[in-house]
């Protein structure tokens, strides 16, 4: 139970919304002006053309029936596009609409590889672990299903987070501050053997498979500041020109720092953010980062549009305000693709919130209502006008206009260099009424289209709702 605080402290004061956030320091959270965040919902035309995508996975095909599944995306959804796990991480599943048919995703590749293709970087892919997918072609089905129906389809690929692997490859895995390699399942995006087998992934998927283009997941870094300090990275930095020692001993000062990873994660600080010493290592080490995740996704993008000009690429982003910090700039990104997915899971991102409201007011010696309060003078920053209490946040999660705001936001970051889709949460606990505000919140925003998380976990009566919602928006 959170202790009481009277009332007369409880209202945001113009010195505690000041005080709440040094924004704009470093350009990691915003973007040229908080401005462009604050408009507020209200009616939009209808998008030209709406890409209406659900993310789906190969135990649903395998299980339902490739066709099936297709026509009840379709016709029961609504949706014209499908985002298929090609490749994944381990993640155990429900199947909301098929009880008992509960399901683990394994990691691993959920096609049949074409092995001379990784010859390059020297690992050997590997089929997920799955039990009756030994012989199954899942991407194969279901794109072979979808032309039938005719519904888009993509692959949805899993990058860096390659948890099959890691125990095979520990000399690609993610270094530590301690020069060893970590107890983490990521690969570094740096290391030149994992790069190479990553965009193998994608030209395998292009020569051998009938898609409509990649959807990339996972591309970026596994924390803000724990990783890479290996060799790859420190030559990296060293060629463009930055003091790799330098840069790396700030960062390890900083990592394990719940100060410090606030200063990276958020772009902000309860202190003068000016009056940090490692100031300038850390808008080296967070701009290092991006560049790095920026030049695969390029790299990506031209062996795409050399085999496979017609495609699309499209990346699965984490929310703006944290992207940077783990390698993803939304500007830079729009460069090498045609689309982007902020994940906009309004009662996902409220759990990260109120742990790290929680945090702050162990670290600070507060109570988490005055925690939150200061919470809410940074979101009011970024133009989402936040629940008036810790107790209504708790209860509700993010509000509708944060997925208008932050959807207003990327579009103008990204400057029409690609289409902004917001990811929306289908999963429990969001409830009908809820995913039916937010879509609208994100249409109200002019976003020309959506994506959603994931077909799978809901049930069939929520599917009802997309397509009710796209029915009135798009006849």
Same mark, same amino acid.
């Given at each position: 139970?959170?202790?009481? =605080? ?92 098929? !009880?008992?048919?509960?399901?683990? #995703? ?44 005719? =519904? ?12 099959? &692997? ?5 000399? &690609? ?6 020069? %060893?390699?970590?107890?983490? +399942? ?12 990553? #965009?193998?992934? @994608? ?36 060629? %463009? ?5 330098? #840069? ?15 200063? &990276?994660?958020?772009?902000? $600080? ?39 000009? +017609? ?10 305000? $944290? ?6 700039? @939304? ?12 994940? &906009? ?24 209502? %005055? ?27 993010? !509000? !509708?206009?944060? =997925?208008?705001?932050?959807? %207003?936001?990327?579009?103008? =970051? ?13 999963? +429990? ?18 976003? !020309? ?27």
């Amino acid at each position: 139970m959170d202790d009481h =605080v009277d009332h007369a402290d409880s209202d945001i004061t113009r010195r505690d919304f000041l005080k709440s956030a040094s924004l704009g320091a470093l350009g990691l959270a915003l973007g040229s002006s908080a401005a462009s965040w604050g408009s507020q919902p209200g009616a939009a035309g209808k998008p030209g053309m709406a890409f209406l995508a659900i993310q789906t996975h190969a135990h649903d095909y395998l299980l339902e029936g490739a066709e099936t599944v297709c026509r009840t995306v379709r016709e029961r959804g609504g949706f014209n596009q499908m985002l298929f796990a090609a490749t994944y991480v381990s993640e155990g599943k429900w199947t909301n609409h098929q !009880p008992g048919n509960d399901y683990e #995703v394994e990691s691993g590749l959920y096609f049949e590889p074409d092995l001379k293709l990784y010859r390059e970087s020297g690992v050997t892919p590997r089929r997920a672990p799955s039990k009756g997918m030994e012989k199954y072609n899942a991407l194969a089905e279901a794109s072979k299903a979808a032309r039938k129906v005719g =519904v888009g389809v993509h692959a949805w690929m899993s990058d860096y987070d390659q948890r099959l &692997l890691a125990a095979d490859y520990p000399e &690609l895995r993610v270094v530590g501050p301690d020069g %060893k390699p970590a107890a983490s +399942e990521w690969f570094c995006p740096n290391n030149p053997r994992a790069r190479a087998y990553a #965009v193998a992934l @994608y030209e395998d998927v292009a020569r051998n498979h009938d898609v409509d283009g990649f959807f990339m997941d996972r591309i970026r870094y596994e924390s803000p500041a724990g990783f890479c300090y290996c060799k790859w990275c420190r030559a990296a930095m060293e060629a %463009k020109g930055l003091d790799a020692e330098r #840069v790396m001993s700030a960062m390890r000062r900083i990592a394990g720092q719940p100060a410090g990873t606030m200063t &990276l994660m958020i772009g902000a $600080s309860f202190d003068n953010i000016f009056e940090n010493d490692d100031i300038v290592e850390i808008a080296q080490w967070m701009r290092f980062r991006q560049e790095t995740v920026a030049d695969h996704v390029r790299q990506v993008r031209a062996l795409v549009r050399k085999l496979r000009p +017609e495609w699309r690429v499209g990346l699965d982003l984490i929310t703006p305000i $944290s992207a940077p910090s783990l390698g993803q700039n @939304y500007s830079m990104l729009a460069r090498h693709c045609d689309w982007i997915k902020p994940m &906009l899971y309004h009662h996902s991102t409220a759990r990260g919130v109120r742990q790290w409201v929680e945090g702050m007011a162990k670290t600070r010696g507060i109570t988490a209502d %005055k925690a939150y309060e200061q919470a809410r003078a940074l979101f009011l920053l970024q133009g989402t006008e936040m629940p008036a209490t810790w107790a209504e946040f708790r209860d509700h999660g993010m !509000p !509708p206009n944060w =997925v208008y705001s932050v959807t %207003k936001y990327c579009q103008s =970051v990204v400057g029409g260099r690609a289409d902004i889709y917001p990811g929306i949460q289908g999963w +429990e606990p969001a409830t009908g009424d809820e995913i039916r505000v937010m879509l609208n919140a994100a249409f109200d925003a002019g976003a !020309p289209g959506i994506t959603t998380y994931c077909y799978s976990n809901m049930t069939l009566d929520k599917l009802d709702v997309y397509r009710e919602v796209f029915q009135a928006r798009f006849g």
